[in-house]
């Protein structure tokens, strides 16, 4: 019992600080997939092991492995026999999943409802781009632009105001960025950090793996822009918006944009992304087996 819920708890601690302090280090030239696979994988072993720390140690002594420890919670003498630490032990356990599963709820209603009445809002106060495709224009001095998903493809907005002070190519590689974004369907990539951030806001480590996704995102949707128009033209953009409207923008996020901007991307390394892979698939397994395995003493 206590070797197994001691190293599903130093597991929990690992996952919730040091590794998402090293993860969060940004690079211009990091693969950003990989890099999110490991963020998903930190977050859903976390989780794993934070609630398997206190089951474990709440069942262990009734049986020699988990899945016996939770099957014996169905016996009512076995269960007069446990002590208040345990039941209390249980309780933490329950509530956390049940936060955890109820906030990725919440958060998805929230944001479909949020993005409903966007959307009627952007109909109502927007008109179509005569060149740019699946953009509309919205009448404002502040250069922004952003994409909501939803209703097929999902839609780029523009200002007035960044359209003034961009070049025709410049344009269309913030669109680019943006579409990359709605055709890779980013939002869902980072709803589960958001919620997990709303479950546990009291945990540094979810602030920081939000933060670090909506960074990688960013990434990603550059590199698809500078795929199809180069990397100039969107750098050219990202500092002409961050100059002419800096409150708008993260400054270390847009260092960091430019500074990959500024770098010729290495070659896909296919091994190097396979072992990343390979090692967000161990973190996720091994608080599944140790919590599968029978119960250390």
């Known amino acids: 019992m206590l070797i197994t819920g001691t190293l599903l708890a130093v597991l929990a601690l690992v996952l919730a600080w040091p590794v998402p302090v090293a993860l969060a280090r940004r690079s211009p030239l990091i693969d950003p997939l990989s890099r999110l696979v ?14 398997g720390t206190a089951v ?3 069942t262990a002594p009734m049986a020699g ?7 014996g919670l169905a016996d009512l003498q076995a269960l007069s026999l446990l002590a208040w630490w345990q039941w209390l032990l249980l309780l933490v ?3 956390l999943t049940v936060r955890l599963i109820s906030s990725l709820l919440v ?6 409802r949020h993005r409903r009445r966007h959307s009627a809002l952007v109909d109502l106060l927007t008109e179509p781009s005569a060149e740019l495709p699946n953009t509309r224009v919205l009448t404002s001095d502040s250069p922004v632009a952003y994409c909501l998903p939803g209703r097929g493809s999902g839609t780029t907005v523009v200002t ?25 369907h980013h939002d869902l990539l980072v709803l589960p950090f958001a919620a997990w951030n709303r479950a546990l806001p009291f945990v540094p480590a979810t602030s920081t793996a939000l933060a670090a996704v909506s960074a990688l995102i960013e990434f990603m949707a550059d590199d698809r822009a500078r795929a199809s128009l180069g990397a100039a ?21 847009t260092r960091a944009r430019l500074a990959r901007l500024d770098r010729e991307l290495p070659a896909a390394r296919t091994r190097v992304r396979t072992v990343k892979l390979v090692a ?15 119960t250390l003493a």
Do not use: K, M, N, Y
């Open 38 to 51: 490991l963020w998903q994988a930190v977050g859903l072993a976390g989780g794993l092991s934070l609630i």
């Open 56 to 58: 474990v140690f709440a």
């Open 65 to 71: 492995s988990l899945g016996d420890g939770l099957i």
């Open 93 to 95: 356990a329950v509530l």
């Open 107 to 112: 958060q998805s209603v929230l944001v479909l």
């Open 160 to 184: 007035t105001g960044l359209l003034a002070v961009l070049t025709d190519e410049q344009r269309r590689a913030v669109v680019a960025h943006e579409q990359a974004h709605l055709d890779l």
């Open 233 to 253: 033209p969107l750098a050219e953009a990202v500092e002409t918006g961050a100059r002419v409207h800096p409150g708008a923008h993260s400054t270390d996020l």
């Open 280 to 294: 967000a698939a161990c973190l996720v397994l091994v608080p599944t087996l140790i919590l599968a395995a029978p």
